[in-house]
């Protein structure tokens, strides 16, 4: 078993950054992938960045490309979501995930992810 939780959501103005992060606890967190989705009202979750298990390999959606940075802290167990120039189209409740993939993967598709987060609302106000 994995608990995620995360935390740093909030309100913020256009062009505004927040950081999120994803504390992992149970079985060793380095042994997962670990992926940030979101899910706006009426919208269905949607692949937002995804950090291989060493962190060497990172993918991201076309959306958010440029604008977000994930990274994660295997030592702390740890994984983040900068998040720079938001739109108020990124206001959506942020989930972070983690799959157990090979080394150096990762995974876009929610349903391949085993374990999730609570969630927690980033708004994004024009």
């Known amino acids: 078993q994995v608990q995620l939780v995360e935390s740093g959501g909030g309100l913020v103005q256009a062009g505004g950054s927040l950081t999120l992060s994803c504390a992992a606890s149970?079985?060793?967190?380095?042994?997962?992938?670990m992926g940030w989705f979101r899910q706006a009202p009426g919208k269905e979750r949607e692949f937002v960045a995804a950090?291989?298990?060493?962190?060497?390999?990172?993918g991201y959606a076309d959306s958010v490309k440029g604008r977000f940075t994930i990274s994660r802290d295997n030592a702390k167990s740890t994984v983040y979501l900068q998040m720079n120039s938001l739109k108020p189209e990124d206001t959506a409740v942020y989930y972070c995930a983690a799959v157990n993939r090979p080394p150096g993967t990762w995974s876009h598709r929610p349903n391949e992810y085993g374990y999730w987060g609570q969630g927690t609302q980033v708004t994004v106000s024009s």
């Open positions: 950090i291989s298990r060493g962190a060497g390999s990172t």
């Open positions: 149970g079985r060793t967190f380095s042994s997962y992938a």
